[in-house]
């Protein structure tokens, strides 16, 4: 546990301090840079003033506020962002980062966690071991994390209890067995009063170890990145003048010397190292952790995003794998939906094709899900736009772990850490016919697309599409309409209308709606399909100029009036439940290519409307 250095040894350790809410972390962190005499005169006066405004330590100076830095950090009392500070002892230099406790920042404390090698997690001697601290504890270990040091906080507030200590040290050590951690580490303290902080106190004879910064000091978290299979990141090309291309990135792990030959990860195209270049001159070699620009010896197409590799050590390269993901906002998780995905430089579109199973952070137990919320935890199977590299993240965190991004909000949604690649359909691929799309259009004279009719129940999308329907078949065009009810019947008849139901719903139908393209009809599209995220997956499947967007704007208050199917008056008497409109969601379009205002209009005007933009667009009609 621990491993004597060298006097003078000034290793960095990064450790984030992570727990529930008021378990004292800022606190802990405040009397670190206080014991280690690293808090200027000025700075500790004007801690000092505002601890009478802010503090909640009396009269006494309260050493939280060294790090809850902001406004409304300070006001509450509560630790909001991330805060990172830098300390040292005459044995190691410390990167520490405070995390959140509340459970609605817990994206932050996931951050905090994933530049961490060891987790100080807090847990107030009063309350035992919460929620929160297991939700810690988890994404702690998700996230690599395999030396823990259970700090037991205010035990001066339950009379440095050692039956108290050694209750939440047992409770602790039960839960967290099954999380894989190399090392925990019970340590019973007082922030506040500075007890087996930076030295053993005498409050507590009864407890025999370290203090907290005795461990810190001797704690061997080292990983050897140097000795696994090399990793190349390509972060940007470097291509100054003609003369030279290089490649730009930090080395994720392994070792690299010119002349050594690589591939490139997704390709498999090799080639050799012909320098490695520096700001400092070229280096005889690099390993893990050094930034470097690398040139070869051939010509090879290297972007930004690729991998290099050893040819013995290709990582795999998958479109579908499975991973562990956390869920961080406040909007749901909805299998089918597509998400951009960043893993390493790559972006690229993403959806959760299912979700195997929840975690409950208190029993650790496996549970069913259909959606994931927001802090919960869930392992996944996913899908991404392309084939990408990737390790399973306990083997390298730099090449196994990715994050998805709301294609609207663009906020983080989720953090995920992989599992295993899915080897899904390895003997199938594209096939090409020589009747395609193009020869499909020209015999029909018609130009494949999608028009895409959505509005509220009752707006009069279907019956505006007959009408186009009748005067396209009239005008000789190809043709065929997908409509919300008849699907039902058949294709999508196993699907309610949950959110994620209906995501999947338009997943389907949009496939469908791809291959009648490709055959070369217009398809006539009728949905409420009420999220914008779908609409747009639908969109994308599609080439360009393919999908017409067709918002059939009719006020709710109309469509309750017509009520052509008594469906309102149904889901107004508790008849019906997720009624767009009603107790669901309808997001309308944001910039269809055609806004119908049906309130004031007959169907037939809108129809010949739709009719003009389709002539604008040469299809005759």
């Known amino acids: ?32 840079l206080f014991d280690s005499q690293l808090i200027f005169e000025d700075t500790l ?5 505002d601890s009478r405004k802010h503090g909640t330590t009396g009269e006494e100076v309260d050493l939280a506020l060294l790090v809850d830095g902001l406004e409304a950090e300070r006001q509450q009392g509560i630790t909001i962002d991330v805060a990172y500070r830098f300390f040292a002892t005459p044995r190691r230099s410390f990167i520490v980062a405070d995390t959140p406790g509340h459970e609605q920042y817990t994206r932050n404390m ?33 996230l690599g994390i395999r030396d823990i040091v259970v700090a037991v906080n205010k035990i001066d507030l339950v009379n440095f209890s050692e039956d108290t200590f050694d209750r939440i040290v047992g409770d602790y050590v039960t839960f967290a067995a099954g999380l894989g951690f190399r090392s925990v580490v019970p340590i019973p303290l007082s922030a506040r009063y500075g007890d087996n902080v930076a030295a053993r106190s005498g409050n507590t004879p ?18 050897d990145l140097a000795s696994r299979p090399f990793r190349f990141p390509v972060q940007w090309v470097n291509r100054p003048d003609a003369d030279f291309r290089g490649f730009a990135g930090t080395i994720a792990s392994g070792r690299i010397a010119p002349g050594d030959q690589v591939v490139v990860a997704a390709s498999g195209k090799a080639t050799r190292i012909a320098r490695i270049v520096t700001a400092d001159g070229d280096l005889a070699a690099a390993e893990a952790g050094q930034a470097v620009t690398l040139t070869l010896t051939d010509e090879v197409d290297v972007a930004r995003g690729d991998i290099l590799v050893r040819p013995a050590e290709r990582p795999p390269v998958a479109d579908q794998f499975a991973a562990h993901l956390l869920w961080m906002d406040e909007e749901p998780m909805l299998p089918g939906r597509s998400y951009m995905m960043r893993i390493g430089n790559i972006w690229t579109p993403c959806s959760v094709t299912s979700i195997r199973h929840r975690v409950d952070v208190n029993t650790l ?5 259909r959606r994931l919320a927001l802090n919960e935890i869930g392992f996944c199977n996913f899908s991404a736009g392309q084939a990408v590299p990737l390790d399973p993240y306990a083997e390298n965190r730099a090449t196994g772990a990715f994050i998805l991004v709301d294609r609207f909000t663009n906020r983080t949604a989720g953090a995920g850490m992989v599992a295993f690649p899915l080897r899904r359909a390895t003997n199938i691929h594209q096939e090409r016919f020589t009747v395609d799309k193009a020869a499909r259009a020209a015999l029909s004279g018609n130009a494949p697309m999608v028009l895409w009719f959505t ?20 005008a000789g065009r190809q043709t065929y309409t997908l409509d919300g009810d008849n699907v039902r019947h058949g294709l999508c008849r196993d699907l309610g209308f949950t959110a994620e139901d209906r995501v999947e719903n338009i997943r389907r139908v949009g496939e469908v709606a791809k291959l009648m393209v490709d055959a070369g009809l217009v398809v006539l599209c009728s949905f409420i399909s009420p999220f914008r995220a779908e609409r747009r997956m639908v969109r994308e499947m599609l080439a360009e100029g393919e999908f017409l967007e067709i918002f059939v704007d009719t006020p709710i208050e109309a469509c309750m009036a017509r009520d052509p199917k008594g469906l309102y008056a149904k889901a107004r008497a508790g008849q019906i439940r997720n009624f767009t409109g009603i107790d669901s969601p309808y997001e309308p379009p944001e910039a269809p290519e055609l806004l119908l205002r049906t309130a004031d209009r007959s169907p037939e005007a809108c129809a010949e409307e739709v009719l003009a933009a389709l002539r604008a667009r040469g299809v005759q009609c």
């Open 206 to 223: 009864w407890y025999h170890g370290p203090s907290l910064i005795e461990h810190l000091e001797g704690v061997d978290v080292t990983q």
């Open 455 to 474: 509005g509220l129940s009752g707006s009069g999308k279907s019956t505006i599409a007959n009408i186009v329907e009748q005067a396209l078949h009239r």
């Open 110 to 142: 996931a951050t905090g966690a994933s530049g961490a090698s060891l987790a100080v997690i807090l847990i107030d001697a009063r309350k035992g071991v919460l929620t929160q601290t297991r939700r810690h504890s988890y994404i702690c270990s998700l």
């Open 45 to 49: 006066a004007a801690i000092t003033r």
């Open 365 to 369: 137990e496996e549970h069913a899900a």
């Open 1 to 32: 546990m621990m491993t004597p250095r060298a006097p003078g040894s000034r290793e960095l350790l990064r450790f984030l301090t992570c727990g529930s809410v008021d378990d004292g972390k800022s606190t802990l962190i405040g009397r670190l």
